[in-house]
């Protein structure tokens, strides 16, 4: 007991800090060798992202964020595989991860809308639960232009397609309480949906940042 609790332990400290990792921050410093928290409006909003470094620029940032979140993934398989339950050890991974990306302790508990952390966690769970939500995100986005609705619509469709195809028992327990959350992080952000005080994505803005924060 002593050694799985250890286990779980390495594992949530692996997902906790690189889930707090800034995604700009590591593509600024070993891909584009030039601080991108300065772009645009000298913010992490970098309006001109796109106008600077074009698609490949966001496929390449898009690939920072994807391998950011699947370390520590694999070092929740590889450390509770140790112990017969890789499958429990990628959700639980997948879990910090999120709670991580939520509330990062590097950044004053400051996260944003950890959309691509909340699919990898999907994935974790279910290839068919990662797919539905990605799907039913990434339509709600570009009908509507709200990340955040989109970000809410892709936990709900993971969620559902979880529940009928999630058979380990702890492992959709831990996808559950992922999901659980993002919506309590979007609380704000659904209040301002219903108040139409949310700001909408624009084609004049760079996007990816918002894609996981």
């Not at 990792?21 to 409006?41: E, I, K, P, Q, Y």
């Amino acid at each position: 007991m002593i050694v799985y609790w250890t286990l779980l332990l390495l594992t949530a400290l692996i997902a906790y800090l690189f889930g707090s990792m800034d995604t700009l921050v590591l593509a600024s410093n070993f891909v584009f060798h030039r601080n991108l928290l300065r772009l645009g409006n000298h913010n992490s909003w970098l309006s001109n992202f796109k106008r600077l470094y074009g698609y490949g620029g966001f496929f390449k940032l898009l690939a920072v964020e994807l391998v950011k979140d699947l370390i520590p993934i694999a070092a929740g398989s590889l450390l509770l595989g140790i112990r017969g339950h890789a499958d429990v050890g990628r959700a639980f991974a997948g879990f910090v991860l999120v709670l991580g990306r939520l509330w990062p302790a590097l950044y004053r508990f400051k996260g944003s809308h950890a959309t691509i952390a909340m699919l990898v966690a999907g994935f974790c769970a279910g290839t068919s639960v990662g797919a539905a939500g990605m799907i039913a995100a990434a339509v709600v986005v570009a009908v509507t232009r709200y990340l955040t609705l989109g970000t809410l619509a892709g936990a709900v469709v993971c969620v559902m397609v979880a529940v009928l195809a999630v058979d380990e028992a702890l492992v959709l327990r831990l996808f559950l309480m992922t999901a659980a959350l993002v919506f309590i992080k979007h609380i704000p952000a659904i209040v301002r949906l219903f108040r139409h005080t949310e700001p909408r994505l624009s084609l004049e803005e760079d996007i990816t940042y918002k894609l996981d924060e």
